[in-house]
């Protein structure tokens, strides 16, 4: 399995290569929490490498990535993407990533801008939101659908997706067979065969490292670094998402941003809805007018 070559940090990661040959441009793909690149790997991944080189990795403390004690900001990970382009002497590449890694390739855009094709951010909640109390259209009909699974997490919580994938991890590690299955779109990661594992790992990133201090921690990303992110920038989410805020803000305020709406999906979208994204993103690019 590959590796980047930093002991500290030593990122996993795959790469498919294109049918159409080394020639062809670059597609990174960069998960949220508590999942893995393997978030990717059967659907996404091998639509786009049909026209793309793609390059899939585990973030720091996921998958088979090694688990620092700390160094799980925004920022801090977009070095990370940095170092493991260098490691594969990628020069430039569109940008596709999900929830938390939205932000992390938001960072990315803001410190090394020369390096991006195209942007694209698919359900990532920007922290200077958080703080506001945004109307969420869904939240009551969500936090019945919690009551009913058993999970005690308040959809007015400023990081709701974060408590609400920690409580489902703990219930799914203690055999507390919670309705997970109505809840599909929120805690994605712990559903299946591997969601117990899934469950262990993220609970272990949690309890024994700083990352869920860090990651809750102000992202950076102010409004004035968005309006300064002058790049081609799709921003897709779910039509039931409580992150659809971000998106709308995201087109506000990027110069070059449009938004994509996936009629009544919630934050997983990617994973439950491949072909939502793929349409979106192809349309976006122009897959089948410039690579055909």
Known sequence: MPFTQSAERAIHYIQMPSERGAQAEHVVLIHGLATSLAFWYLQI???????????????????????PKSGYTPREMADDLRDLMDHLNIEKAHVIAHSFGGLVALQF????????I????????????????????HGRKIQAVLRKSGLDVDVGDPFFGYRMLKEAA???VDDQHADVEALREWVH????KAGKRGARQ??????????EREIMTNDGISDEVLAELDLPTLAVYGEISQALTSGRRLVELMPQAQLTVVPGAGHFFPASRPKMLIGAWSSFTRVGDEHA
Not at 124 to 132: D, G, K, N, V
Not at 189 to 192: A, E, L, Q, S, T
């Open 170 to 172: 703990r219930m799914q």
């Open 109 to 116: 855009a803001r410190h090394y801008r020369p390096r991006l």
């Open 202 to 211: 993220w609970l272990k990133l949690l309890d024994t490292t700083e990352a």
């Open 189 to 192: 990661p712990f559903i299946g």
């Open 45 to 67: 991944a091998p639509a786009l490498a049909k026209y793309f080189n793609v390059l899939l990795y585990d973030l720091s403390g996921h998958g088979r990535s090694r688990m």
């Open 118 to 137: 195209t942007l694209t951010i698919a359900d990532s909640q920007l922290y200077s939101l958080r703080a506001r109390k945004q109307p969420w259209e």
